[in-house]
Nanobody, 126 residues
Framework: EVQLVESGGGLVQPGGSLRLSCAAS????????MSWVRQAPGRGRQGVAV???????SYVDSVKGRFTISQDNARNTLYLQMNSLEAEDTAMYYC????????????????????WGQGTQVTVSS
């Protein structure tokens, strides 16, 4: 079965850094488009970073220059390096894998993804 397990969240001060990890199994990880999606309290899920099977990455404007998505195919693990964290980054962060019917145009939509982890909480506060 498909499994996605996030880890690495926690409480950090503004300006700090965290690295999130997602351990994937049960599907062709190296051939799939993967995404980090976050949900803040009272808000919907929004994709923040995407990486495709060729290693091409894309970021939502609010995290460009601060977040880096990467993957280690040998370990079936997805990463999100988060630097210069802001209070507005506080959210539950989810690892997600693409649907079979997928379009780059909708890459930041939660509806573009079929499989989800349980999430890891990131809280940025002084």
């Amino acid at each position: 079965e498909v499994q996605l397990v996030e880890s690495g969240g926690g409480l950090v001060q503004p300006g700090g850094s965290l690295r999130l990890s997602c351990a994937a199994s049960g599907f062709a990880f190296s051939l799939s488009v993967m995404s980090w999606v976050r949900q803040a309290p009272g808000r919907g899920r929004q994709g923040v970073a995407v990486i495709d099977s060729e290693g091409t990455t894309s970021y939502v404007d609010s995290v460009k220059g601060r977040f880096t998505i990467s993957q280690d195919n040998a370990r079936n693990t997805l990463y999100l390096q988060m630097n210069s964290l802001e209070a507005e980054d506080t959210a539950m962060y989810y690892c997600a894998a693409q649907k079979s019917q997928w379009s780059w145009f909708f890459r930041f939509s939660a509806a573009a993804y079929s499989y989800w982890g349980q999430g890891t909480q990131v809280t940025v506060s002084s």
